[in-house]
C-alpha cells in the first residue's frame, strides 16, 4: 500500500527577555541551580504573577513576522498536570485565547513554493528541569527550578507538512526570521528551540486522518528529520500489517536512531484548563499592533529576492548571505564602500565564512566591511593580486590592521612592469626547456605548470592575466 505521510509541528521558542514572563527573576543561562527563583517562580501560596510587558511584546513581533492575525483579546489560562518541575501543579499557558492565530511560513515544496499554515502562536511559562542520578547505587532526582517561569512562545502549525525535509526546512526558515527579528536567539544547545512532532499516516488519496503520534521535545532539526523519516518507515510497516497505531508519546533515541514509547497521549480536556483568575485578559489595539508592525526590519524571504534582483547574485550567494541579518547588513555596507555586488559576495561566501566565529554577531567579525572594501579596491586596480589578497585578508584578520597598511608594511604590491615580468618567465622557460617543448608540441595543460612556477619565482606578485599573456605570446 501506498500511504500519504501528515505532520505537524509545535516548536517552543525562548524569548530573550532579561527576566522571566511573570517575576522578575533573571534569565541567564547555565546559573547555579536555584539561585534564579522567589516565591512565583516556586509557586508559593499567596504569590500574585504579574505579566512581562516585554514577553507580549515579542510575541506580537513574532506573530507579525509570521503572516499571523493578532488577536486584540487573549488571556492566560492554567493547564493542570503534576510533575515535580512544576511545584505549582499546573503551567500558565493560552488555551482558547491566543495572542497570534491563522499564519503561514512558506517554503519551498518538492515542486513549487508551499504555504505551511500556522493554527497559532500562544504564550506560555517553561517548566524546571529534573536532573536524575546516573549512579545505580544512589537512584537520586535533583530539581533546579531557574528555567520555571522562562518566557515561551510555541508556533503550532496545521498538519500541511508532507516530508522529513520539509519538516527540515520549515524550521530553517522559522528559526531564521524569529533571529532576523531578535526575539530568541535559538540557540538549541542551551534549549532555547525545541521541538515537538505530530505524524500520522493515511492511505494515499485519503481524506481521513490515521492515528497521530507525538514524538517529543527533540533539540536539532537533524534529529527531527531522522524522528521523522524513522516513524515513517515504523508506521507503513504496522499499517501494512494491519496493525492499529497507539496514539501516543514517543521520545527519539538519537543513539539507535529510533523512537521508544513514552506514554499515552493525552488529550486537552485530560489538563483541565481553566481561565487564571490572577492574570487580567491581555487587550491590545490597532495602534499597538500597527506600531510592532512598524518594527519589524526586512524579513529574510524579502531580502533573498531583493538580493537576487537587485545584485543579480546567484541562489547560492544569496541565501549564504541573508542566512543571518548581521552578515546581510555586513554585505550592504560593504558595497555601500565601493564594493562591487558579486566580488563582495565572493569574497564573504567564499573567504570569510571561514573565518567568522558566529554569523549572527556582527560584533566578532573578523574584520570591519570597510576593511574589505579596501581589500576589493586593491585588487581592482591591480595593487594586489587576487592571491596575494588572500594573505592579506588572514593578516587583517589577526591584526585588526586595514589592507592597505598590510601592503605597504610587507611589500605586497603587485608587479605590473611588462620588462620585469618578461624576465622572470624567460628564466622559468629556460629552467623548464623540455615543458617549453611539450606544450609546443600541443599538450597545453603543461602550461598551468609554467604559470605556477612564474608565480612561485615572483613571490605570487606578477600580475596574473600580464603573466599568462606574455607567456603565451613566448611560447
Not at 489560562?77 to 491566543?98: C, E, G, L, M, V
Not at 560584533?363 to 576593511?371: N, Y
Request: net charge negative; charged share 30%.
Amino acid at each position: 500500500m501506498e500511504f500519504d505521510t501528515v505532520i505537524g509541528l509545535e516548536v517552543h521558542a525562548q524569548l530573550n527577555t532579561a527576566t522571566k514572563i511573570f517575576c522578575s527573576c533573571p534569565t541567564t543561562f547555565g546559573s547555579e541551580p536555584n539561585s534564579q527563583v522567589c516565591p512565583v517562580c516556586c509557586g508559593l501560596p499567596g504569590v500574585l504573577p504579574v505579566l512581562n510587558k516585554e514577553v507580549l511584546h515579542k510575541a506580537v513581533l513574532a506573530g507579525l513576522a509570521t503572516n499571523c492575525e493578532i488577536s486584540k483579546f487573549s488571556k492566560f489560562d492554567r493547564k493542570s498536570y503534576f510533575y515535580p518541575d512544576i511545584p505549582k501543579a499546573y503551567q500558565i499557558s493560552q488555551f482558547d485565547k491566543p495572542i497570534c492565530k491563522s499564519g503561514y511560513i512558506e517554503i519551498q515544496g518538492a515542486d513549487s513554493p508551499k504555504k505551511i499554515r500556522l493554527n497559532r502562536i500562544h504564550i506560555e511559562e517553561d517548566a524546571g528541569k529534573n536532573i536524575h542520578s546516573s549512579d545505580p547505587a544512589q537512584p537520586l532526582s535533583y530539581v533546579n527550578l531557574n528555567r520555571t517561569g522562562i518566557p515561551l512562545i510555541e508556533i503550532v502549525t496545521e498538519p500541511d507538512i508532507s516530508s522529513a525535509d520539509e519538516a527540515y526546512e520549515f524550521l530553517i526558515i522559522l528559526k531564521k526570521i524569529l533571529r532576523y527579528i531578535a526575539v530568541s536567539d535559538c540557540n538549541m544547545e542551551e534549549g532555547s528551540l525545541r521541538c515537538d512532532v505530530n505524524i500520522s499516516l493515511k492511505p494515499k488519496g485519503s481524506e481521513k486522518l490515521g492515528d497521530k503520534v507525538e514524538i517529543k521535545n527533540m533539540n536539532s532539526f537533524k534529529a527531527v528529520k531522522a524522528a521523522v523519516e524513522y516513524e515513517q518507515k515504523r508506521q507503513h510497516l504496522k499499517l501494512e500489517d494491519k496493525e492499529k497505531i497507539s496514539q501516543e508519546t514517543r521520545l527519539w533515541d538519537p543513539d539507535n536512531g529510533r523512537t521508544m514509547s513514552m506514554r499515552s497521549k493525552e488529550d486537552s480536556h485530560d489538563y483541565r484548563y481553566f481561565p487564571d483568575p490572577d492574570l487580567p485578559p491581555v487587550c491590545v489595539d490597532d495602534a499597538y499592533i500597527e506600531a510592532r508592525r512598524n518594527e519589524l526590519p526586512e524579513l529574510p524571504v524579502a531580502k533573498y529576492h531583493r538580493f537576487r534582483e537587485m545584485f543579480v547574485l546567484p541562489h547560492l550567494d544569496a541565501d549564504v548571505l541573508t542566512s543571518s541579518r548581521a552578515l546581510a547588513d555586513y554585505y550592504e555596507q560593504t558595497i555601500g564602500l565601493g564594493a562591487d555586488p558579486k566580488k563582495a559576495a565572493n569574497w564573504i561566501v567564499n573567504e570569510l565564512m571561514a573565518i567568522i566565529p558566529d554569523p549572527e554577531n556582527a560584533s566578532g567579525f573578523p574584520l570591519p566591511a570597510a576593511a574589505l572594501a579596501e581589500l576589493i579596491s586593491l585588487i581592482d586596480k591591480n595593487v594586489i593580486s587576487g592571491k596575494i589578497a588572500k594573505t592579506v585578508l588572514a593578516d587583517c584578520a589577526s591584526s585588526g590592521k586595514m589592507p592597505r597598511e598590510i601592503v605597504e608594511e610587507k611589500g605586497l604590491t603587485q608587479v605590473t612592469d611588462t620588462g620585469e615580468i618578461e624576465k622572470i618567465v624567460d628564466a622559468v622557460m629556460a629552467e623548464n626547456q623540455a615543458i617549453v617543448d611539450e606544450i609546443r608540441l600541443g599538450k597545453e595543460k603543461a602550461k598551468g605548470f609554467l604559470v605556477g612556477q612564474i608565480m612561485k619565482a615572483s613571490k605570487g606578485k606578477a600580475n596574473p592575466q600580464m603573466v599568462n599573456d606574455i607567456l603565451a605570446k613566448k611560447l
